[in-house]
């Protein structure tokens, strides 16, 4: 699924008023009535309260839209503009003046005081946000903070129409008490980048995409520099098999890693990459590791180092496909000598993670002799010491692009939504959860995305298809061992139920037939 900037929301709305011979409306009316269609599918005409706050722009003009339908239909609604400036949109007039005509309950107009908190609203309650969308290019004044501080108090559940109202689409959050928190955003079209940010995303709990009839053309076309990540994306690149395949067909994997009390790196990382459907797996380990791992995972050949407890020396017959290296490494001062002689030797296609990742940050000049779209898997901290410092969430993204950019690499940023990182392109994933903050499973992803380009995926296929099973595998255990129990191996266990899920059909709902008589 893309996901659209601001100006490109802009540009859309303005091509399918055009081309559907529409007003803007006209397009304001059919938006109100998905989010009321919502609404009343849930509802089904229950008596809860709903108070609906709107702006005096745009978006405000969506909640009048949305209120007058309720109304209409015999909801219990009570709507209020936030009447602090005297700039009102074109069609929040129109469709101030036709909520009028509906209802003998005009909406309340507030003043620049805190007149809210003469409003009773109780915790079972609804409140729809449409007070500010994505157009907001001013400071919060200090009232609507305490019109935003006034929604957290009631506890009541919170509806935001297209984006919660205080935040922006480009730029991070200054002054949280000025965000609205919502229990659920309904996003026009397509979600927006902040809901999948760390900073940002807290302020929506959930949100759903709601299809508004922006000109298909212009959404398939248009380019953007941000895609979301799921099941339809990923199917198209899969790749089957064939009958007279044979091990050799899916390449031969190395992985480089291990030291003294950490061997179970690449144990996990090499059991991935056979689990994700490699061929063949060579590790290249220290002595120590040589009997744990022989005996933990039979189906790995072992390369041992010369010494003991440290790869001192990289040096191999074999000639792999691809090589993942960083794994349980570590930074002894001989182990990064071994490393920097393998990146000046070395011409494989390359995966790194881990201590790899920390050498080439004490060493960015090796940086360049990468071999061209290497694979760098940093969790938030091993990034810092690659690109820098940053400010916030949108400073990290960008320092993030020019690093890749320069080196030629793809960066997968792990975390809560993963966001792979090539060129100026962003790639968020939608799949994974908090279980997967466990030791061992950044392994177990350098494994699979390992052994996914010794198959022949391309490195950025290889990315992202590898996140995406890694986050489903994770996403399918947790009905079985919840978030807290959920370990490393249980990732690997679970991809061969991701790849299922490629192919699981959504249930049909039940449809009851009548008995004949």
């Given at each position: ?71 209409t239909h015999g909801y219990n609604v009570s709507t209020y503009i936030v009447n602090c400036s005297n700039k009102r949109s074109k069609d929040f007039l129109i469709n101030y003046d036709r909520i009028k005509n509906v209802t003998k309950k005009w909406p309340t107009l507030l003043s620049c005081k805190d007149d809210y908190n003469a409003i009773n609203i109780d915790e079972k309650d609804i409140i729809v946000d449409a007070v500010f969308g994505i157009g907001l290019n001013r400071p ?378």
């Amino acid at each position: 699924m893309k996901i659209f900037s601001k100006e490109q929301i802009y540009a859309g709305d303005a091509l399918t008023q055009k081309k559907q011979n529409i007003s803007s409306t006209d397009l304001m009316e059919r938006a109100g009535i998905q989010i009321f269609n919502w609404l009343h599918t849930r509802m089904q005409g229950a008596q809860v309260p709903i108070h609906v706050f709107c702006g005096i722009g745009n978006n405000g003009g969506d909640g009048l839209v949305v209120a007058r339908h309720l109304l209409t239909h015999g909801y219990n609604v009570s709507t209020y503009i936030v009447n602090c400036s005297n700039k009102r949109s074109k069609d929040f007039l129109i469709n101030y003046d036709r909520i009028k005509n509906v209802t003998k309950k005009w909406p309340t107009l507030l003043s620049c005081k805190d007149d809210y908190n003469a409003i009773n609203i109780d915790e079972k309650d609804i409140i729809v946000d449409a007070v500010f969308g994505i157009g907001l290019n001013r400071p919060i004044e200090a009232w609507v903070k305490g019109l935003f501080g006034f929604f957290r108090a009631t506890k009541a559940f919170t509806l935001s129409i297209d984006i919660p109202s205080g935040l922006f689409t480009d730029k991070a959050v200054e002054d949280p008490e000025a965000v609205v928190n919502a229990g659920y955003t309904l996003s026009f079209q397509t979600p927006k980048l902040i809901f999948f940010l760390p900073q940002t995303a807290k302020y929506t709990v959930q949100w759903e995409a709601l299809d508004i009839g922006i000109d298909p053309e212009y959404l398939f076309t248009t380019p953007t520099g941000t895609d979301l990540i799921g099941k339809n994306e990923m199917l198209p690149i899969y790749q089957p098999r064939e009958k007279y395949s044979h091990k050799g067909t899916f390449g031969h994997c190395l992985i480089i890693g291990g030291s003294y009390g950490k061997i179970g790196a690449v144990t996990l990382a090499s059991r991935s990459v056979l689990a994700v459907g490699a061929g063949k797996i060579t590790a290249f380990i220290p002595k120590c590791g040589y009997i744990p791992l022989q005996t933990a995972f039979p189906e790995a050949m072992v390369i041992t180092d010369g010494d003991e407890e440290k790869i001192t020396k990289i040096n191999f017959e074999i000639d792999p496909t691809v090589i993942g290296i960083g794994v349980g490494l570590g930074t002894d001062t001989k182990t990064i000598v071994a490393f920097e002689a393998f990146i000046k030797a070395n011409k494989t296609a390359l995966v790194v993670d881990a201590d790899g990742l920390n050498i080439l940050a004490k060493k960015k000049t090796l940086l360049k002799l990468l071999p061209e779209q290497s694979v760098l898997t940093p969790h938030p901290k091993e990034l810092e010491r690659l690109v820098g410092k940053w400010t916030d969430d949108f400073d990290k993204l960008n320092k993030t692009k020019a690093f890749a950019k320069k080196y030629n690499v793809i960066v997968v940023i792990k975390g809560a939504n993963t966001i792979t990182v090539f060129e100026d392109k962003l790639y968020v994933n939608a799949t994974g959860n908090p279980g997967l903050a466990t030791a061992g499973t950044g392994d177990v992803l350098t494994g699979m995305i390992t052994g996914l380009i010794s198959q022949g995926y391309a490195p950025l296929e290889a990315a992202l298809f590898g996140v995406y099973l890694h986050g489903k595998s994770a996403d399918i255990l947790i009905e079985q061992f919840g978030y807290q129990s959920l370990i490393a191996s249980d990732v690997i266990n679970g991809i061969s139920l991701a790849y299922l899920d490629l192919f699981k059909q959504p249930e049909q709902p039940q449809v009851e037939v009548a008995d004949e008589e």
